[in-house]
Nanobody
């Protein structure tokens, strides 16, 4: 019965920044490993970033390493994805997903509906 909802997407110019949020209801996110996925138009979903359930370990795709930062705020039951130096190739839908696995990445059984990001001048 875990529910996930993403927010924070929008239109930004290349080089700009966005902060995406993934908020959980009914269950606390501290019990879950959380991953962020990106799906560009016409392409398959790909891994972006992941944060482990309890250890604070994180992982990033090579394409976003150094530009994106994943973090967790258990008091707000929220996981964030800070996206800086955005590129047009970052355009697409972003999804957060939850796994009962203790470490990245595992199998994600719960998904949010997604939020759209457009990077264009």
């Amino acid at each position: 019965q875990l529910q996930l909802v993403e927010s924070g997407g929008g239109l930004v110019q290349p080089g700009g920044s966005l902060r995406l949020s993934c908020v959980a209801s009914r269950f606390t996110l501290k019990h879950f490993t959380i991953g962020w996925y990106h799906q560009a138009p016409g392409k398959e979903r790909e891994r972006v970033s992941c944060i482990s359930r309890s250890g604070g370990n994180t992982d990033y795709a090579d394409s976003v390493n150094g530009r994106f930062t994943i973090s967790r705020d258990n008091n707000k039951n929220t996981v964030f994805l800070q996206m800086n130096a955005l590129k047009p190739e970052d355009t697409g839908d972003y999804y957060c997903a939850a796994s009962t696995n203790s470490e990245c990445w595992g199998t994600f059984g719960w998904w949010g509906p997604g939020t759209q990001v457009t990077v264009s001048s």
